[in-house]
């Protein structure tokens, strides 16, 4: 029998027998953020995120194949993520959860282990492009800080790769996200619903700040449940609805276009993609990615499988300007290449400035033709409000950094 087959037997026989500083300030709740680098060969970021973009297209498909035959599962180890401390069962219980957008369940398990307090709920398993889990579920209590969700519908990862250095995931995306992946149960509150459906929070909403680093670890970020926090971003936020466009619809999905330079050069049309923290570059369909190199004149780097300019193009290299509901925001020069202090990180040379604009590996009209990775919202403040089915997104103090 396969071995995720057999995994998920046991899993079904055992169900069947069976803090880090924290800030509140006008009814909402901050914690901090970290940045980790976890690369393991050259072409982990590119690869990594490909990957993702598969998974997410093909949602459904994964989830089933995960429960039919998880060593059939691709993975690719976390290259680039961010953190936050989380308690689970007890206060004292830290776990390091990957920030996730992009998926909505939140599990424990990959790293520190987890000893459930009740029976389990349920047999659970995710596929992400970085790998999977596949485990049981259970009601546990959980700890941000001083604010307690009590009964918050948890994995614990009997099984997990692609997770090394983390303990598991907090899932912030939409609830419809856990649809199918807990054995007879529809879906899964997330952790920001729950806030809000106990009154903990006022609003149904998670904020994001990020910033750039040259660190290989640096806490330089904030999540906010239940407000924004004005202090993070200037000027307003500007909100759009979800994308009616399907995949990118069952995400935080937006519709965008893209251009580059002052002369307006068109990158992108208009069309629909995602903001997701779970992806660390700006990932374009391949004939935007095309017209973006052609722009630049970047080189296509075989070690790194990111565009390479020299630095003397990097000083030619204009602003990429992204339209999002009649908003336009620009990423400078500086924002669109991986910091230089961190080439050898990545397997790349000093002697070349590397951009952090890659393709999705798949041409436009597919439904999910870009992706807003943490690359783009180091540079701006986000929120992903759940009350109001719409995504904001507001300048800061970062946007026009010259760090990298």
């Known amino acids: 029998m396969a071995f995720g087959s057999s995994l998920l037997a046991v899993l079904v026989l055992t169900l069947s027998v069976a803090a880090k500083p924290i800030e509140i300030r006008d009814n909402f709740v901050s914690l901090p953020l970290t940045k980790h680098l976890n690369l393991t060969g050259t072409g982990n970021l590119l690869a990594r995120d490909q990957a993702r973009v598969k998974a997410l297209k093909n949602r459904s498909a994964n989830v089933q194949s995960a429960s039919a035959d998880a060593s059939n599962v691709p993975v690719t180890n976390q290259a680039s993520y961010y953190s936050v401390q989380v308690g689970v069962g007890s206060s004292t219980n830290d776990y390091t959860l990957i920030v996730d957008t992009g ?6 398990g990959a790293d520190k282990p987890y000893d459930p307090s ?7 398993s995710v ?9 049981l579920e259970y009601d546990a209590t959980l700890y941000l800080g001083s604010l307690i969700i009590t009964d918050q519908s948890i994995g614990d990862a009997d099984y997990a790769e692609g997770f090394d250095g983390v303990d598991g995931i907090l899932g912030l995306g939409p609830v419809d996200l856990t649809s199918d992946t807990v054995l007879g149960t529809s879906t899964v509150p997330t952790v920001t619903d729950n806030l809000y459906s106990q009154n903990s929070i006022s609003e149904d909403l998670v904020a994001i700040s990020f910033e750039p680093t040259t660190t290989e670890s640096s806490t330089n970020g904030e999540l906010t449940f239940g407000g924004t926090d004005s202090s993070k971003y200037t000027g307003s936020i500007n909100y759009v609805p979800i994308t009616t466009t399907s995949p990118a619809s069952e995400y935080w999905g937006i519709d965008q276009s893209v251009t580059y330079g002052s002369s307006g050069t068109p990158i992108l049309s208009e069309t629909a993609g995602i ?24 080189t296509a780097d075989e070690t790194t499988g990111l565009l390479r300019i020299t630095e003397s193009q990097y000083s030619d290299l204009e602003s990429l300007y992204f339209n999002i509901g009649g908003v336009t925001y620009e990423l400078t020069a500086n924002a669109q290449i991986w ?3 961190l080439n050898s990180v990545i397997g790349g040379s000093s002697d070349y400035v590397y951009l952090v604009v890659g393709s999705t590996g798949e041409a436009s009209g597919s439904g999910l033709d ?11 403040y986000s929120v992903f409000d759940t009350g109001n089915s719409r995504v904001g997104l507001a300048t800061t103090q970062y946007t026009d950094a010259t760090t990298n």
């Open 103 to 108: 998926s909505s369940n939140t599990w424990v």
């Open 339 to 341: 910091p230089r202090s």
């Open 127 to 135: 596929t992400y492009g970085s790998g999977f889990f596949i485990g």
């Open 275 to 298: 903001v997701d923290t779970g992806t660390t570059l700006i990932l374009l369909a391949s004939d935007a990615y095309s017209a973006y190199q052609s722009a630049t004149g970047a």
């Open 118 to 124: 009740s029976d389990p709920t349920g047999v659970v």
């Open 370 to 380: 870009f992706i807003d990775g943490y690359a783009f919202l180091e540079r701006f």
